[in-house]
């Protein structure tokens, strides 16, 4: 039946494949006689171009065949494995080639095929029960091998048939991990999605951002690259370009992808997923280019450990990291393979070859006719030692574990199911014993320690441990020779000795393979096609960096910190007290303040002389009140914004002015009408008596003061941040600007209206040209007001020179009042106070009489006034119409206050 099947779906499972399905026994393999005989699939040769086997011994494949023999040596001689039963081996070459594998595996599955079914392989002696024969070599139990991942998965799909399990020491690809694909497959190395993670793991450890990457064609390239790409990708790392290597890959091929290569030029990191002998023909092909250091090559383990790989093209391979599967040396294969000569190894058919390889010399026997005189004679006392270049392969444990775990099973086995035999040897239902439940049962049920202390397992795929060694091709010091260095170790994370590291001998520290190089602080990157490539863009001087390629607004009253990592908030301005400005506001402020307090102190001291009270008492309180209100306004508008400030700038302002100018509009709108009536009739206007005079004056004020909390309640006052450019947030007062000057709208009717009558009444000589002097302080006003107009617009806003010109324009109002009005009367006081005295001149009780009728008097008296000469107001100035006023010694007196009895003055 297994016959029909070798027939019917051999054909079928290589169909695709260009050899046909015989069994090539021409080549020469290893068979070691034993009860139970293990497969070996080694490549011994490299792949042939026109040949399915080249002509160069691969020496990685001799050792391991020679680690396998071994092993199986030293179970032979050990009495705790199979006791009683010795293993024995059918190794045959692969030439690294999948084809020729699967051709040389049909060996083993003929072998194995008969020998179930072959009872003649056994012998009864004297009835007892079957044995086999003395010079049985056995069926094929299992297979150690391959090596190259494409060569394991073919043989591996033939295998799977015959259901003979098969352990892999080099195989890492990960679709052997399978088990819907290759049930009978385990492998004493790891998968190589862990191989992948590591490559990238060194090339970020290194900061490399931008590689290239090249790989073989077959399942071990392709799909170790496609885990490699993915999680680069994964982990920001840009492929620049992925060179493939075809099968049949020549010289030219080479070539091209080192062209290929150096057109990425930024890309100096080059990774290696790659066959060994591809490894080779890059490096070559790298050396013919003349870009020997021109590249950092970073590869996977086919390239490995390799020495002689690397002859002839070990300047271009200086400085690689390479990858290894972690092993520990075996130093009791080292003794063995020091113990082999040509001589007596004639058990390995091709270890003549590749001594005469390893040593350079020829065999005396093998000398061809034609005398090659380059090679020399091979010397009796050559040994494989280390003094030779000797070295041991790295995945020699892999392949004693291989054999061991093989040996471990079967021994398990045979105690578990020859337990009836005398002597426990290769029983029937040991032999018949199903290799599917011999994989599942004995093999992944495997755990023990090898030979150098190694624990070895399989998990449910059949995968190995994991573990790698991180290699570094250097020079040796003072020698021009080459040496792999172990610079760190990855067992689920990396760990790379830096120190160690040499990429190159003239290069100090680490090359840089990056399309771009990192922005500056402040910096953004936009992308230039690869993610990996990018100009740097400036943010905006307001904007932070939100991430390696976004600029984000800090948003108004927000600037970021120089490093544009975040924002912070902006220190807001407003007018301080210490600055030049406000220094220069507040002290004219408080001179003002000063002058007027003396100004109402003086007038309280003289408040029952002449003067005084000519002046009319009461809104000349006020308005010093009003100004001091003014004055003190510089201190609200330069205190720092809040709601109680701002709530008192608003009243303050308004309440000053309205003060100022309520009193002023009601003195000469009182002149006026008196002025105006007397011209008319002889009737006493009306409101004028002093105390109508402040009712009316309060009238105007509450006008301003409703007005006042009126905006209040629209707009309450309260402190606000403005923002006039992206880098200045400042503090004020919500109504402030063109909103502020409406408000003020009132105090202008009340300015504009005074000054028409200061304008009206100027020439009236009435109480100390007090009328002309309203008008200076009226007109002046105006000036002052339209000066600051533009001066508080066209500022630009300057938040400080805004506030300071209003302070310093409300003090002028305030000083222009406090000037013009008072100066006069305060010279008069503190100078003439001989002019402020009453005399009385007439008759006091005519001027009594005139007091108590002044209804009647004052528009006819006609009195001429007596003071100093130059005082004197003649007349004919006055005009005809003259009101009668009460006349003190150069004091103009008010009719109102006149009127008061206790207020009569002397006349002349
Ligand atoms: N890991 C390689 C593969 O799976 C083989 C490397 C070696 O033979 O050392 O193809």
């Given amino acids: 039946m297994i016959l029909l099947l070798i027939i019917r779906f051999i054909p079928l499972l290589l169909a695709n494949q260009d050899i ?223 060179e493939k290597v075809s099968s049949s890959a020549d010289d030219k091929e080479f070539d091209n992808i080192i062209i290929k290569l150096k057109k990425k030029s930024n890309a100096r990191g080059v990774v290696l997923f790659t066959r060994a002998e591809d490894a080779r023909q890059i490096l070559l092909a790298a050396k013919r280019a003349n870009a020997t250091r021109y590249f950092y090559w970073v590869a996977s383990d086919g390239w490995g450990k390799q020495q002689k790989l ?18 520990t040396h075996i130093p009791d294969f080292d003794m063995y393979m020091m113990s082999l000569t040509p001589e007596e190894n004639k058990k390995n058919p091709w270890f003549e070859q590749y001594w005469e390889d390893f040593f350079q010399c020829t065999l005396e026997k093998n000398l061809p006719l034609e005398t090659d005189v380059t090679l020399n004679v091979c010397n009796e006392d050559l040994r494989l030692t280390v003094e030779y ?120 520290g680490t090359p840089m393979s990056v399309c771009s190089l990192p922005c500056e602080v402040g910096m953004i990157k936009k992308q230039q096609g690869d993610t990996c490539c990018w100009i740097c863009d400036k943010c905006e001087e307001y904007e932070y960096v939100y991430d390696e390629v976004t600029c984000k607004d800090c948003g108004p009253g927000n600037w970021p910190y120089p490093n544009k990592t975040s924002c912070y908030e902006l220190e807001y301005e407003y007018v301080r007290w210490n600055s030049y400005y406000g220094l220069g506001a507040a002290a004219f402020s408080c001179l003002g303040i000063i002058t007027t307090l003396i100004v109402i102190g003086l007038f309280i001291k ?19 009140f009003g100004i001091l209100v003014c004055y003190l306004n510089t201190f609200a508008l330069l205190a720092k914004p809040s709601v109680y400030v701002c709530f008192t700038q608003r009243v303050g302002v308004g309440l000053g002015f309205s003060i100022i100018y309520g009193a002023l509009l009601t003195k000469t709108n009182r002149i006026s009408r008196i002025f105006d009536s007397a011209s008319k009739s002889a009737k006493r206007p009306r409101f004028i008596s002093p105390k109508s005079q402040v009712i009316i004056t309060l009238l105007l004020i509450s006008i301003q003061l409703i007005i006042t909390v009126a905006y209040m309640i629209v707009d309450p006052p309260g402190a606000k941040l403005y923002f006039p450019s992206r880098k200045t947030a400042v503090l004020k007062c919500k109504i402030q600007g063109t909103s502020f000057i409406c408000s003020q709208l009132y105090n202008m009717l009340l300015i504009t209206t005074c000054t028409i009558y200061a304008v009206k009444t100027r020439k009236i000589p ?68 001989d002019k402020n005295v ?11 009489k005139y007091a108590a009728q002044p209804s009647t008097s004052y528009a006819t008296s006609s009195i001429s006034m007596k003071g100093t000469p130059g005082e004197a107001i003649p007349m004919e100035k006055v005009g005809a119409a003259t009101p009668s006023r009460s006349s003190c010694a150069g004091v103009q007196t008010d009719p109102q206050e006149s009127a008061e009895p206790s207020d009569a003055i002397s006349l002349l």
């Fill in 20 to 242: 046909a399905p015989q069994v090539d026994s021409t080549q020469p393999s290893t068979t070691i006689p034993g009860d139970i005989v293990l497969g070996g699939l080694f490549p011994v040769h490299a792949r042939g171009e026109k040949q399915p086997c080249g002509q160069k011994i691969y020496h990685r494949g001799i050792q391991r065949m020679e680690a396998m023999m071994f092993a199986i040596e030293r179970i032979n001689a050990d009495p705790t494995i199979l006791s009683n039963i010795t293993i024995g081996a059918h190794i045959v070459d692969t030439c690294s080639q999948e084809t020729y594998a699967l051709n040389q595996s049909l060996q083993f599955v003929r072998v194995s095929a008969l020998n179930t079914m072959d009872t003649s392989i056994f012998e009864c002696q004297d009835h007892s029960i079957p044995r086999p024969k003395n010079n049985y070599s056995g069926p094929v139990f299992g297979v150690v091998g391959g090596s190259y991942s494409s060569v394991s998965i073919q043989v591996a799909n033939l295998l799977t048939l015959f259901q003979i399990p098969q352990i892999s020491p080099a195989s890492t690809a990960k679709a052997l991990s399978d088990k819907n694909r290759f049930k009978y497959f385990a492998r004493t190395v790891p998968p190589d999605s862990y191989q992948s993670s590591v490559l990238v793991d060194i090339i970020k450890s290194v900061n490399w951002s931008y590689i290239s990457t090249v790989y073989s064609e077959g399942s071990y390239g392709e799909y170790g690259i496609e885990i490699f790409h993915k999680e680069a990708t994964e982990r920001s790392v840009c492929i620049a370009t992925a």
């Fill in 389 to 508: 270049g000797y070295e041991q392969e790295s995945k020699v444990q892999f392949v004693v574990d291989a054999v061991y775990a093989f040996a471990l099973a079967l021994d398990k086995l045979n105690k578990d199911v020859c337990k009836d035999y005398d002597q426990l040897t290769v029983c029937p239902s040991m032999t018949q014993y199903s290799g599917a439940d011999f994989y599942q049962n004995y093999i992944l049920d495997l755990n023990f320690t090898d030979l150098v202390g190694s624990p070895v397992k399989f998990d449910k795929s059949g995968d190995g441990l994991a573990r790698y060694d991180i290699l570094n091709y250097q020079r040796l010091p003072n020698s021009s020779g080459h040496h792999y260095k172990v610079v760190g170790k990855w067992f689920n994370f990396l760990e790379l000795n830096y120190e160690d590291l040499i990429f190159d001998h003239n290069l100090s």
């Fill in 606 to 624: 003289h408040n029952d002389t002449p003067l005084v009270r000519a002046s009319g008492r009461e809104l000349s309180y006020m308005l010093l």
């Fill in 838 to 848: 009453r005399k009385l001149t007439m008759n006091s009780a005519t001027n009594k």
């Fill in 310 to 327: 690397l002859e002839g093209v070990e300047d271009v391979a200086e400085g690689s990291i390479t990858v290894e599967l972690q092993s």
């Fill in 766 to 833: 009435e109480n100390f040209n007090e009328s002309k002097f309203i008008g200076f302080t009226m007109y002046t006003t105006c000036i002052i007001w339209l000066a600051f107009m533009p001066i508080y617009f066209g500022t630009g806003h300057t938040n400080e020179t805004q506030i300071t010109t209003l302070c310093v324009a409300t003090s002028m109002n305030a000083t222009v009042a406090l000037v013009c009005l008072y100066s006069p009367k305060v010279y008069i006081i503190l100078f003439h106070p």
